[in-house]
């Protein structure tokens, strides 16, 4: 099955409940109802803050956009946000209040080149699994992005610190059940493919292209008080696109 056909029926698993919180910082944050504190929405958004500087910002791309969550935190009267998604469902419910949603594929963008001075693309290429359509992807966020521009591609799973990841999984799992067992029969619903990453493979495309990148550990999508607020068995690149 598809990857957009996954995503589709989790939109549709999800709907009535959870609208546009579809996808929240992790899938378990959805399934079991865990409150997601603003503590942790504001511990992401300065962590993205930090990569892509949002008060410069006037036209965002939130790319592989889901429910649209992040594109309606980060749309305003001063500053455009544009989602995009290739699951039709997943934009269904999105609420379109500071933003406005498309329904496309990341490999073939329907915008003019050069149009937005930010791009955000969170929790995508966890899911990619050809590199083929990662390199498209990843040169359509470049052709898209205005010189000077950056990208913030972020929670790419490390594959060489996969462990930390599932002790850290574990730790949540264990909290959850603790704290919500009576949702304890939707969690691990729906599986979904998870791709995971060297860091010199992102190197190597990288180095091919007209940018400069750094790379960073990922906000931690299970923070909660007294967590870390970033961990290193998830990795996010933030790439700058050269100056004319
Ligand atoms: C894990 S969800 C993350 C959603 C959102 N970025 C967030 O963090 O809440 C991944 C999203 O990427 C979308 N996606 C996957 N492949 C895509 C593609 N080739 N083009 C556009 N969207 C894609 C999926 O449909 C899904 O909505």
């Not at 699951?87 to 269904?92: D, G, Q, S, T, Y």
Request: some cysteine.
């Amino acid at each position: 099955m598809q990857l957009k056909d996954l995503f589709n029926q989790w939109a549709l698993f999800t709907a009535g409940r959870y609208r546009s919180n579809q996808w929240l910082l992790s899938k378990w944050d959805t399934l079991d109802g865990v409150p997601v504190s603003e503590e942790k929405i504001s511990a992401l958004f300065a962590h993205v803050d930090g990569a892509l500087d949002l008060k410069s910002c006037r036209r965002i791309l939130d790319a592989g956009c889901g429910g649209g969550w992040m594109s309606e935190r980060l749309g305003s009267s001063e500053r455009q946000c544009v989602g995009v998604d290739i699951a039709f469902e997943m934009l269904r419910n999105s609420e379109r209040k500071n933003s406005s949603v498309v329904c496309a594929d990341l490999c073939a963008l329907p915008f003019q080149p050069e149009v937005f001075d930010a791009v955000l693309c969170y929790f995508v290429f966890i899911n990619f699994l050809n590199p083929a359509e990662i390199r498209r992807a990843v040169d359509e966020l470049l052709r898209v992005t205005e010189p000077g521009g950056r990208i913030l591609i972020g929670q790419l799973p490390d594959k060489s610190r996969s462990e930390g990841y599932d002790a850290a999984k574990e730790e949540y799992r264990r909290f959850c059940n603790e704290h919500f067992p009576h949702l304890r029969e939707t969690r691990d619903q729906h599986p979904i493919p998870i791709q995971l990453y060297e860091r010199g493979f992102w190197a190597s495309l990288l180095d091919e292209k007209d940018c400069s990148y750094k790379v960073r550990d990922s906000f931690n999508p299970f923070f909660r008080p007294g967590q870390p607020s970033t961990v290193n068995w998830r990795f996010d690149i933030v790439i700058q696109k050269a100056d004319r």
